[in-house]
């Protein structure tokens, strides 16, 4: 007797290469069978669905699932989505492990998902790569005064607008996680000294990575010796508002801020004010508290703000990189191993 396929569906990206896909899993005891339904809630409800209860005219929009995509949660076991709406998981009675498309899963029902037993990874590490380099890009472009440059061309009137180096300077990062780790890596080229932060960091503990590491304990005074803090750690309860104001006024005079985690760990009010005073040299944000950021909000007007729409992964690096490790999960989930990034 054939033993049973092992059903994947992918929800998103919504374009899958399937034979491609499958090729990259390989062999697993049983045959695959990959699924593609494209299946995405807007912004506003997965950033709602990170703080419960959600609103209900937000829920009326919800997208409902079409009788192929009924059909598809009837059968699969393996699902790969950005989205996994909780109301829908008694449609999906077989479903046993999902992979999550981002590196964030706040927005995904987990006690529903422990309830079941359920398995949840994500992909953390997928896009680290281009985050850094697009971390390194606002740097360059705010240290070396690029905005000014441009600003000469376009009043063709001949002067050199100034700027400084990164060389030599301090980069803080909190959060020594993948994204972390690639953007020490580069700020070794440029020739920073790198300390870091990372949670499960203890007394004593070292990286090659970095110059100096330290656990939460050691924010304080890593915001008062860089030149530029990266914000790379996830959203969770202790990381809520973790840049106040206080942080913020602990940091050096003419400091960079950088954030490329979740719009949560920053006070957004206080940054603006410490760009106002002048105390910070310049922010930048490719995430934000409200996402989309509505028109009136006061960071589009904030001094020396580099802001960008969560756009520091391209699109086609990001799903190279998330479907060779979602490839990867696939093959050890039907070889009954330990899955990569798991989380619940």
């Known amino acids: 007797m054939s033993a049973a396929p092992l059903v994947v569906c992918v929800h998103h990206p919504a374009a899958v290469d399937v034979e491609r896909l ?60 950005l989205d996994l709406p909780v109301a829908w998981l008694d449609r999906m009675p077989r479903l046993r492990f999902v992979q999550a498309y981002s590196a964030g899963t706040e927005h995904f029902p987990r006690e529903a998902l422990e ?25 360059v472009e705010v240290f070396r005064n690029l905005r000014g440059i441009d600003a000469m061309q376009r009043e063709r ?25 690639a ?14 932060t990372r949670r499960s960091a203890g007394p ?26 990266v914000l790379a ?5 202790e990381t809520e508002g973790l840049i106040d104001a206080g942080a913020l006024a602990r940091m050096k005079t003419g400091a960079v801020l950088c954030n490329v985690a979740r719009g949560a760990l920053v006070d957004e009010a206080a940054l603006c004010a410490a760009l106002e005073s002048g105390r910070l040299a310049a922010a930048i944000l490719d995430v934000t508290r409200a996402e989309p950021l509505p028109p009136d909000d006061p960071l589009w007007s904030a001094p020396n703000l580099y802001l960008s729409p969560h ?10 990189r998330l479907l060779a490790l979602f490839a990867e999960n696939v093959r050890v989930w039907g070889q009954g191993g330990s899955l990569r990034n798991r989380v619940v």
Not at 121 to 136: L, M
Not at 212 to 227: F, I, M, N, Q, Y
Not at 233 to 237: D, E
Request: net charge negative; aromatic share 4%; charged share 20%.
């Open 22 to 81: 499958r090729s990259a899993v390989g062999d697993v005891a049983r045959p695959i069978e990959i699924v593609v339904q494209p299946f995405k809630e807007s912004v506003a409800l997965r950033r709602a669905r990170q703080s419960p209860p959600v609103d209900a005219g937000l829920l009326a929009k919800a997208p409902v699932p079409d009788a192929a995509i009924l059909e598809a949660w009837a059968r699969a076991e393996v699902l790969l989505t």
């Open 115 to 139: 309830a079941r037993g359920i398995a949840l990874a994500n992909a953390a590490g997928a896009g680290a790569a281009p985050i850094a380099e697009f971390v390194f890009g606002r740097l």
């Open 157 to 181: 009137a001949f002067h050199r607008p100034g700027g400084r180096s990164l060389a030599g300077c301090t980069l803080g990062i909190v959060g020594l996680g993948a994204i972390g780790t």
């Open 183 to 196: 953007c020490a890596r580069l700020a070794g080229a440029f020739g920073m000294r790198v300390v870091a």
């Open 204 to 229: 004593g503990a070292v990286s090659d990575e970095v110059d100096a590491l330290h656990g939460p304990e050691g924010l304080p005074r890593l915001l008062a010796e860089s030149d530029v803090v």
């Open 233 to 237: 750690a996830p959203a969770t309860p």
């Open 311 to 320: 756009c520091s992964i391209p699109p086609d690096a990001y799903d190279e």
